[in-house]
């Protein structure tokens, strides 16, 4: 059985740490060229395909920002 | 399968942890104070002790912690919190209350205070963060700074002869007899995430079977202080820090 998943990212509250980029397994993170409010080059889903939604980067994310969603299909 | 599809409140599986605030956190970016605040408030989220839990915050960065963790707070004078934990244990014994220290006000200033708390087996939960450098004063040497590591104040390296020894807190701490669970966590990955989330859980437990006091260190990082990024900074810990600070359980009984 197969799984898909997806992240939201708090665009606003992120601080592009990277700290979920290096904790992805299957390198679906990156960060984004844009920038948020406060400056900050945001994380955001550069491959959703590859999301397995197993909330690595949720977990190790100092501020909060990321809400995992997965599906079994 | 398409995006939308899969974002709906059925599928979702991990969201931010309901007792932390919608403030956006003072901490720089990477930060191990914010992966320390997520595990605490799941922690007492999923014992469902949200208001019977009384946290004690230092000085520091974690100073504002009362902004970020829906639960009780004092703040304490710099070193002073387990003094203040144990009149609020003592005079409350039904609450958990936990003291939350980084290296310069626990190991520093206020080391009589965690000794002779930790001696007397007051029945409190205390989490040490040791980053090895004081953070918010602008990265000058702890008592925790290991041997060569540059700060402000040793700008070529701490040296023994001039700075002394780095301070082994958690290992002084076990030999007391008034402590029943030490132990020495890091929140760099997911696997250390979730082992040091148990340990917390574990803490909090003991303080309500009038077991002594729970001592929970984290190994963490302070990037800006170290100047590094952030992933960097997690991998110089790996290397630097835990061959000095070794992980794991030091006393449980």
Known sequence: ?73 | MDINDIIKPENKVYSKSPLLTDNIMHYCPGCTHGVVHKILAEVIGEMGIQDKTIGISPVGCAVLAYNYIDIDWEQAAHGRAPALATAAKRLNPDKYVFTYQGDGDLASIGTAEIIHACNRGENIVVIFINNAIYGMTGGQMAPTTLLGQVTATTPYGRKAELNGFPLKITELVAQLEGTCFVTRQSAQNPAAVRKAKKAVRKAFENSMMNKGTSFVEFVGTCNSGWKMTPVKANQWMEENMFPFYPLGDIKDR
């Open chain 1, 1 to 73: 059985m197969a799984v898909k998943g997806a992240i939201v990212v708090d665009t606003e509250r992120c601080k592009g740490c990277s700290v979920c980029i290096v904790n992805c397994p299957t390198q679906t993170i990156a960060l984004s060229k844009k920038v948020n409010g406060k400056g900050y080059n945001f994380a955001y889903m550069a491959n959703p395909d590859n999301c397995t939604g197993c909330t690595n980067c949720a977990t190790v994310c100092p501020d909060s920002v990321i809400t995992v969603y997965r599906v079994k299909i």
